[in-house]
């Protein structure tokens, strides 16, 4: 996830750390301009389970953190330059247009470990505001990431549920057909008019017995609203991250912070909902900064409000993810079927025998439980009495000997894990005024004084600054909350907290970003 060098008159030590398959390592300062003022900082880069096919792949975000020896504030953020960087045989590299990263992937079509040595980023020091012969610590982090493709694809399914399970499934008009997504062009929402997006019964959306937010979604087959051009729809190509943001994640987040800034985003001693998160939802986060350890490294991160989770993305240069998008990267182009999962079929595996063995280990794994079959795919969520009592390491699915494909292993059409289960995901609604103002912008890594985000756009703005939940919702089911029929909350098209907010920091919250291709 993360490595430090110390850039001190041209010394270089490094440290290594390896969480989550991904490791950045053998970092070394390759050369310095000092007439451009700019940096070749070079390293080996590896991550399991890579694939680059006919359609996508994915891809390693790279990203840069810096600051002076001996500094107690924030570690800040690198700019990297627009050209210069390079890579070894088998790999290419594209920097972002605002040089706050760069995706770093196979160049050919292969499976298997991705293993780069020498990718050499080249920083713009000067513009960054850094002397000449400055004694610099370096942090290079790593997410791993999934290309989703631009094109069509469909919201909904098409299924008209009726009664209490319609969960608010996106629709055609008033059809009840699925509707398709061709461009990024603004869309009206409800009404029922031809070419318009509804919900299909959207004053139907439940949470715990009553309606979402008191009024459910506002514009439905009366009332319409406009979603604009700037809004992202999932035409156009994008990253998503392969899983959910996991706990060493966040604590190279939490201990990379100020002080001030990290005792923002400390959830240890607020939880709701459960009198034993440490050993119920595997929340192992502990310490204090700048030396935050987690006993669950490769699970996720929960107790996510959705200003925790702003700050990360602002700080890892990512941005929020829409639940138009989240659709695209669970179905794919693909034709909706009715009642489908993210593994594209309407088949679920409950069994109550999943049980895991080396709890908490990288190699944590199923035990019993594993279902291998044609349509019914594995997915956590608790529906009657399982055995398993707690989250699991993410991607745990994929990891098992007997996985075939898909549908065994959990996975979006483009691969990526869990979005069907585990935790939940939070993205930006469309049924909300502050999400349809979200524009796309990406953090810039930089956080206010007290660690809030504060990109314009982002849901959550007061004052300037991301600090409440308002404008996003829950897609893609969390493994418990809420019941009656946990399962119908993994359906790909299931909205059923789609426009729920709450300014409390819940269970089984957890968080998934995405960034525009370059």
């Not at 069509?152 to 509707?179: H, K, M």
């Not at 999932?234 to 987040?253: P, R, V």
Request: glycine fraction near 12%.
């Amino acid at each position: 996830m993360y490595a430090k060098i110390l850039l001190l008159l041209g010394i270089c030590l490094p440290i290594f750390v390896y969480p989550n398959n991904l490791t950045v390592q053998q970092i070394s300062l390759a050369s310095i301009d000092l007439v451009n003022d700019e940096a070749d900082i070079q390293f080996d880069l590896t991550w399991d389970h890579s694939w680059r096919d006919v359609e996508n792949w994915d891809a390693a975000w790279v990203f840069v953190k810096y600051r002076l020896v001996g500094s107690m504030g924030p570690w800040l953020h690198a700019t990297l330059a627009a050209s210069g960087h390079s890579t070894p045989s088998g790999a290419s590299l594209d920097v972002s247009s605002d040089g706050k990263g760069a995706f770093v992937y196979r160049s050919a079509n292969g499976s298997g470990t991705a293993s780069f040595a020498g990718v050499v980023l080249r920083w713009d020091y000067g513009t960054d505001g850094v002397s000449d012969g400055a004694g610099i610590e370096i942090a290079v982090q790593g997410i791993e990431m999934v290309y989703v493709p631009s094109g069509s694809y469909w919201l909904g399914d098409g299924e008209n549920r009726g009664g209490s399970q319609v969960f608010g499934n996106f629709e055609a008009g008033t059809t009840g057909a699925a509707f398709q997504v061709t461009s990024e062009n603004a869309i009206t929402l409800g009404g029922g008019g031809v070419g318009s997006l509804g919900n299909n019964n959207e004053a139907n959306m439940y949470c715990c017995g009553g309606q979402l937010n008191g009024a459910a979604d506002d514009f439905n087959d009366a009332t319409t609203q406009t979603l604009p051009a700037a809004f992202p729809k999932g035409f156009d190509a994008f990253y998503c991250m392969k899983y959910e943001l996991t706990q060493s994640q966040y604590i190279d987040f939490m201990n990379m912070l100020s002080a001030t800034q990290a005792a923002r985003h400390d959830s240890t001693g607020h939880f709701v909902g459960s009198a034993n998160p440490f050993s119920f939802y595997r929340y192992g986060l502990s310490g204090s900064h700048p030396n935050f350890t987690t006993s669950h490294p490769d699970a996720p991160v929960v107790y996510m409000s959705w200003v925790f989770a702003a700050a990360y993305a602002d700080w890892a240069g990512l941005r929020p993810m829409t639940e138009m998008e989240f659709e695209k990267a669970c179905r794919g182009p693909n034709v909706p079927v009715i009642g489908e999962y993210p593994w594209g079929t309407a088949g679920i595996d409950l069994s109550d025998d999943l049980t895991l063995s080396n709890i908490g280990a990288a190699n944590e794994a199923i035990n019993t439980g594993y279902t291998v079959h044609a349509t019914n795919g594995n997915c956590h969520v608790r529906a009657g009495s399982q055995t398993l009592q707690m989250m699991t390491r993410v991607g745990i699915f994929a990891a098992h000997a007997s996985n075939t494909g898909r549908v065994t292993s959990g996975a979006t059409y483009w691969g990526i894990m869990d979005m069907g289960g585990n935790a939940w995901e939070r993205c930006v609604s469309v049924g909300h005024p502050q999400g349809r103002a979200f524009t796309g912008n990406h953090g810039d890594g930089v956080l206010n004084g007290n660690g809030f985000a504060n990109q314009p756009s982002w849901p959550g703005q007061f004052s300037g600054y991301v600090e409440t939940n308002t404008g996003v919702g829950y897609r893609g089911a969390g493994f418990e909350f809420p019941g009656p029929n946990l399962e119908r909350n993994a359906r790909i098209s299931s909205r059923r907290l789609a426009t729920e907010f709450w300014d409390i920091v819940l269970f089984d919250d957890a968080m998934r970003f995405v960034r525009d291709a370059p």
